[in-house]
């Protein structure tokens, strides 16, 4: 019996790799061959992904019944390439994953000859409460928080944006602002393709992101996100982010990842804009 038990000790790892699918590889624009840091790569609203660093490299493990399901590679600036997990499987490991560049629409600027305020637009105050992953998922994978943010109409020029952070155990950590349209309820499509990737402080206090050299301006109320992409051999928990007790705020754990709305807080984040 001892000897059947060790046996079965040793085959137990080739057994749950049988069970899983491994896919790697490199993420590259198609036209330059340029590496493509930081690309969401999942399956989309099953709460399974990872992003690739800053080389562009990843690494997923899949269980093996998601084998029928279809992996996306979401890029800002890039056209959206979906692969059947089947497809990806059979191709010779590591992958090389290349993406189209999407064109750009120039934003339409509407002239006023009223004069304009600045106004700050979400949750501009915070109680001695932080967030952090919704839950313990792969440490390469992102979360991101959102605020609702409300421009009645108005045309809006986004000059900043404003988040809380704390962090007892890095300085600094990679964030990705993101404005989402809304959709349902919940944050849809990007409102516009525009990389806005910084690395900001992480004790505790008040960051800032300067919004004006991306010129964007909006009529329609829309999603602010902060996304956390944590680095290599960092703790998902590392950085929490500020809140505020009241209201409701809008999350995800994963890339492409299902948005939830869950009500009682709201993330301490706000825009700074002109209207």
Same mark, same amino acid.
């Given at each position: ?25 490199? !993420? ?18 099953k ?21 029928? *399901? ?37 934003q339409? !600027? ?12 979400g ?21 991101e ?22 962090s ?23 409102? !516009? ?10 004790? $505790? ?15 329609? *109320? ?12 960092? *703790?998902?928990? $590392? !950085? ?7 209201g ?14 869950f ?11 002109r209207?």
């Open positions: 019996m001892k000897y059947i038990l060790a046996l079965l000790f040793l085959l137990l790892p080739f057994m749950l790799q049988a069970q899983t699918i491994k896919l790697q590889g490199k !993420v590259l624009a198609k036209a330059s061959g340029q590496e493509l840091p930081y690309i969401n790569i999942g399956i989309r609203n709460n399974i992904g990872t992003a690739s660093d800053e080389k562009g490299n990843f690494i997923l493990v899949l269980p093996k019944e998601r084998q029928q *399901d279809t992996l996306t590679f979401s890029a800002i600036g890039y056209k959206e390439l979906s692969v059947p997990v089947r497809q990806l499987e059979t191709q010779k490991q590591p992958l090389a994953i290349t993406l189209e560049e999407r064109e750009n629409t120039l339409e !600027v509407i002239v006023q000859n009223r004069k304009l305020k600045i106004k700050k637009l949750i501009t105050g915070r109680l001695p409460i932080v967030w952090g992953a919704p839950e313990n998922r792969d440490s390469k994978d992102i979360y928080f959102a605020n609702f943010i409300q421009v009645k109409g108005k045309s809006t020029e986004l000059l900043s944006a404003h988040f809380y952070v704390a007892e155990k890095l300085d600094s950590a990679l964030f990705r602002i993101n404005l989402y349209k809304s959709s349902n309820g919940l944050p849809d499509e990007r409102l !516009v393709q525009k990389s806005i990737l910084k690395r900001l402080p992480a004790k $505790a206090g008040w960051v800032s992101i300067d919004l004006q050299p991306f010129d964007i301006y909006t009529d329609e *109320d829309f999603f602010l996100g902060i996304e956390y992409l944590p680095g290599s051999g960092v *703790d998902r928990l $590392a !950085v929490l982010l500020g809140a505020k007790l009241g409701s705020s809008y999350s995800r754990e994963a890339s492409l990842g299902t948005w939830k709305k009500s009682g807080a709201s993330l301490s984040g706000y825009v700074t804009v209207q």
